[in-house]
């Protein structure tokens, strides 16, 4: 059973148009986090969030973590192919606070 | 930029081999990690290291053993690959007092197992 799922899995949009991705549990989560990960790259940060109901904003994506904090989303407004890349959520699972990752959403704008 | 240096980046290696992974970080962090990520699982944690000689099994430890005798490396060892350890791997770290327990990954070695 994946503890984070993300949907959709691939999302194929063309530039200028706008798009939500969704990561849900149903787990509750101290904080959640969210990656772009581009080809033959590591995963890089975008965001951490780590209030119920906070919304964060980062140039054109604006994530929110849900009331409850099991779910999470990422919108892109006007996307741009450089948007194009796997987004990665991840929650912190046990103890020892490890990340745990959910599949990714392979997003790719065209131009 | 996190700090962390991977190798080898690419390697090809035949079955029943023995493979090290170096994952080298300069800035003393503490926590470091192992992963691996493959099409239709994401990314797993293999093991992780909270310090010098104390390190533990993440999700998918079986065929892999990890050493830690200075802070600055993390190696991660397939004592005999198979090919179901043909991956990515990415090593990761924890920097100390980073909201969320936020790690920052290298940018990957990619192992080929043939």
Sequence with gaps: ?111 | DAGITQSPRHKVTETGTPVTLRCHQTENHRYMYWYRQDPGHGLRLIHYSYGVKDTDKGEVSDGYSVSRSKTEDFLLTLESATSSQTSVYFCAIKPRGEAGNTIYFGEGSWLTVV
């Design chain 1, 1 to 111: 059973t994946q503890l984070l799922e993300q949907s959709p899995q691939f999302l194929s949009i063309q530039e200028g148009e706008n798009l939500t991705v969704y990561c849900n549990s149903s787990s509750v989560f101290s904080s959640l986090q969210w990656y772009r990960q581009e080809p033959g790259e590591g995963p890089v940060l975008l965001v951490t969030v780590v209030t119920g109901g906070e919304v964060k904003k980062l140039k054109r994506l604006t994530f929110q973590f849900g009331d409850a904090r099991k779910d999470s989303s990422l919108h892109i407004t006007a996307a741009q192919p450089g948007d194009t890349g796997l987004y990665l959520c991840a929650g912190v699972k046990g103890s020892q606070g490890n990340l745990i990752f959910g599949k990714g959403t392979k997003l790719s704008v065209k131009p």
